[in-house]
């Protein structure tokens, strides 16, 4: 009996995936609090899944804004992710997000989809970019435990290397 109420379930929930965005909200709007609590969880990693702007919008729970220059960086990583060969080089002026989502976001959502992968970042330099700490902040924006959805790449908190980020699956 538990067996075809749980596969009646993931039926359900696998079906809930592939509506579109109007038809689902619909669907959450019926739902039960236990189905909703199920619901935004599957809105949450599909939020996720779709790019690295994405990502970041629901780790910081919004504080971190889209802006339209970010779109370029992340359809790098889309295309990247969709295995095309890419070597891009990134120009933008200072302090509009390149290296935050060119080093720190763009390669945590590939390496949350492909957590076999390995990552290289270069830049040109014997030190990592100004105003940049070579990994460690991003282990320090992203909330350890609560917020990462089973199966996501975990940034060990210890990170100190300057061109390595370590995991709590090992070396990145």
Do not use: A, M, Y
């Given at each position: 009996m538990t067996t075809t109420i749980s596969r009646r379930h993931q039926e359900f929930l696998d079906e809930y995936r592939s509506l579109p965005a109007g038809q689902r909200y619909l669907v959450a709007a019926r739902a039960t609090p236990d189905q909703r609590r199920k619901l935004m969880a599957i809105e949450r990693n599909t939020a996720m899944d779709r790019s690295p702007g994405a990502m970041v919008s629901v780790l910081t729970e919004g504080r971190?804004?889209?802006a339209p220059h970010l779109n370029l960086i992340d359809q790098a990583f889309q295309r990247i992710d969709a295995g095309e060969k890419l070597q891009v080089m990134l120009t933008m002026p200072p302090?509009?997000?390149?290296?935050q989502r060119a080093s720190r976001w763009g390669?945590?959502?590939y390496l949350r989809r492909h957590p076999e992968h390995r990552v290289v970042i270069a830049f040109n330099g014997l030190t990592s970019p100004k105003?940049?700490?070579g990994g460690?902040?991003?282990a320090a924006r992203v909330p350890h435990g609560t917020r990462h959805p089973p199966g996501s790449h975990h940034v060990a908190s210890d990170v100190k290397g300057t061109f390595r980020a370590d995991t709590r699956a090992g070396l990145a």
């Open positions: 971190e804004l889209q302090r509009h997000g390149k290296s390669p945590l959502w105003g940049t700490d460690s902040e991003t």
